[in-house]
Nanobody, 120 residues
Framework: QVQLVESGGGLVQPGGSLRLSCAAS????????MGWYRQAPGKERELVAT???????NYVDSVKGRFTISRDNAKNSVYLQMNSLKPEDTAVYYC??????????????WGQGTLVTVSS
């Protein structure tokens, strides 16, 4: 009923930049916290960044100063600007959102994932 669609992944050289986008669609009453996670092969999925409906932001230490999360409530979207990319940033990036589909009814929804490869 509710879907998150991600875009913006691809191949980039070390030191380069990418901007990931994620748009929610479907039956949406409101969106609470939105975030980005990433997972490399053989690794646990890890939190990258979150942003609440009130604008409070948290980042994993490894991306602080390089990544910026933002959201556009009118577009039901969340973004991740990634600068100064390193090979260790290579992973599948997943969008995540806590969505209220109607009063008293909430879902946690995941995007399909978009691959980011940082390599020369």
């Amino acid at each position: 009923q509710v879907q998150l669609v991600e875009s913006g992944g691809g191949l980039v050289q070390p030191g380069g930049s990418l901007r990931l986008s994620c748009a929610a669609s479907g039956s949406i009453f409101s969106i609470n916290t939105m975030g980005w996670y990433r997972q490399a092969p053989g690794k646990e999925r890890e939190l990258v960044a979150t942003i609440t409906s009130g604008g409070s932001i948290n980042y994993v230490d490894s991306v602080k100063g390089r990544f910026t999360i933002s959201r556009d409530n009118a577009k039901n979207s969340v973004y991740l600007q990634m600068n100064s990319l390193k090979p260790e940033d290579t992973a599948v990036y997943y969008c995540n959102a806590g969505i209220e589909i109607r009063r008293y009814s909430n879902l946690v929804v995941w995007g399909q994932g978009t691959l980011v490869t940082v390599s020369s």
